[in-house]
């Protein structure tokens, strides 16, 4: 009976490794970025002359081979931007881990290069948005279209 319960058990050891898949590893790449998210823009700026709250959308095209292009609309401590709709392009990075960063240029060249870093979520449906630069507390949820 002892021959039987252990022969049992190891049938449905076997059967349970042969059913459940193997959890496979998760690789991220530029590749994997691309297409047009919608930023939603919160937070604020802590130093310089534009220091306030800063509240803005974007508009950000990821071409799957590290770069951006995009057009914001950014109020910043309550004041409507100069221009409508700003240009910029910049680069970006995934790493294997679906964490990245970017660095976006204003067309412009008044304001100075913004890099951010982000998180992949959601099948690539989401992006996780912090700035980076210093003086800045701005925080981005970005969504795909």
Known sequence: ?????????MLFLLT???IVPAHAQ???NNGMLWGDYSFRITGQLLT?????????????????DGRIASK?????????PQD???DSTGTYVVNA???GKAQINFAD??????????VITSSRQQLDVVVGNAGASVSVVATRI
Request: hydrophobic share 40%.
């Open 97 to 99: 881990n679906c964490t």
């Open 26 to 28: 998760r690789t991220c």
């Open 48 to 64: 310089g002359p534009l220091a306030g709250l800063s509240n803005g959308v974007a508009l950000v095209n990821f071409d799957g």
């Open 16 to 18: 349970a490794a042969w």
């Open 109 to 118: 060249g008044r304001t100075p290069p913004i890099i951010y870093y982000f």
């Open 72 to 80: 914001d609309h950014v109020v910043l401590n309550g004041a409507q």
């Open 1 to 9: 009976m002892k021959n039987v319960n252990a022969l049992t058990k």
């Open 84 to 86: 409508e709709w700003r």
